[in-house]
């Protein structure tokens, strides 16, 4: 993983803790993982804060194996 990759996923986990509908806005847009992510949060904090988590690292994979995760079927 280079370095700015590195400091991109550490400042999304922050954004992802302090208000993961935006994280996730920042990773996929206004799609339906942005909706589900709004519907945790709303139920929990900690439920959304796992989902942002998760998309972004699932995100950052994809990215590492060369591909975009802007062209995913969701």
């Not at 709004?38 to 591909?67: C, F, K, S, T």
Request: charged share 15%; net charge positive; glycine share 8%.
């Amino acid at each position: 993983m280079s370095d700015d990759r590195t400091c991109r996923t550490i400042a999304m986990i922050i954004v992802a803790i302090l208000l993961p509908p935006l994280a996730v806005f920042i990773e996929r847009g206004c799609s339906g993982s942005f909706w589900l992510n709004v519907i945790l949060w709303i139920l929990g904090w900690v439920p959304g804060i796992i989902h942002a988590i998760y998309v972004i690292i699932q995100d950052n994979h994809i990215r590492e194996r060369g591909g975009s995760p802007h062209n995913r079927h969701h």
